[in-house]
């Protein structure tokens, strides 16, 4: 019979507020998305934080991948993003601004 999953707290190095949703990026690296905006949390093997940045000042409401690794981000009121990584950390979060609503809450 297969062992139920166990859910830990983690300790964060400072208060990050209203958690909308979190997104696994890589081992190791999680997206949170809150009412504060994107957050980069990394994470040793143990499960300690690491580091834990703000990438974003969008409240995002919700992640998903496609087949080819993008990431799109859904926002409450800014409309839909995709987030893209390159090397040392950086970020580039673009508009598609082909999207007329601009309350993309859920991405199937």
């Known amino acids: 019979m297969k062992e139920p999953t ?7 190095p400072h208060l990050i507020t209203g958690a909308h949703a979190a997104f696994n990026f890589a081992p190791g690296m999680l997206y949170i998305a809150t009412r504060e905006g994107l957050f980069e ?8 934080v690491i580091s834990l940045k703000q990438i974003s000042p969008l409240e995002i409401s919700y992640m998903a ?3 080819k690794g993008t990431v799109f981000a859904g926002t409450w009121s800014n409309g839909l993003f995709t987030i893209n990584t390159y090397a040392k950390g ?7 601004g082909r ?4 309350d993309e809450s859920f991405v199937c």
Do not use: H, Q, T
């Open 65 to 67: 991948r496609d087949k």
């Open 6 to 12: 166990v859910l830990k707290p983690v300790a964060l």
């Open 41 to 48: 949390m990394i994470m040793d093997k143990s499960g300690k």
């Open 99 to 102: 999207f007329s609503e601009k």
């Open 90 to 96: 950086e970020y580039s979060i673009e508009s598609l």
